[in-house]
């Protein structure tokens, strides 16, 4: 069974940064390609970003040069480093393997 839980969300202000991790289990994490998504309040979920299980990436537009999504398949652990941080960014941020979501994890962006 697919198990995926997000840690590292928070308060922060405009400007700033976190750094989002999600443990997995349940799969072979080395194999299988990863998303962060999020959903902000009041609006549809979202991709964020991407890695395949070599290493390639692809980010949404409105976080291009800002996140970086990165994993580690010895430690089983993806992770998003998120810079710059704008209010727009506030949202639950979860990482995925296909269909499944772990429970997701708070991001705040507030002055």
């Known amino acids: 069974e697919v198990h995926l839980v997000e840690s590292g969300g928070g308060l922060v202000e405009p400007g700033g940064s976190l750094r989002l991790s999600c443990a997995a289990s349940?799969?072979?994490?080395?194999?299988?390609?990863m998303s962060w998504v999020r959903q902000a309040p009041g609006k549809e979920i979202e991709w964020v970003a991407y890695?395949?299980?070599?290493?390639?990436?692809e980010y949404r537009d409105f976080v291009k040069g800002r996140f970086t999504i990165s994993r580690d398949n010895a430690k089983n652990t993806l992770t998003l480093q998120m810079n710059s941080l704008k209010l727009e960014d506030t949202a639950v941020y979860y990482c995925?393997?296909?269909?499944?979501r772990g429970q997701g994890t708070r991001v705040t962006v507030s002055s």
């Open positions: 349940g799969f072979t994490f080395a194999l299988s390609p």
């Open positions: 995925s393997q296909g269909s499944v």
């Open positions: 890695i395949n299980s070599y290493g390639v990436t």
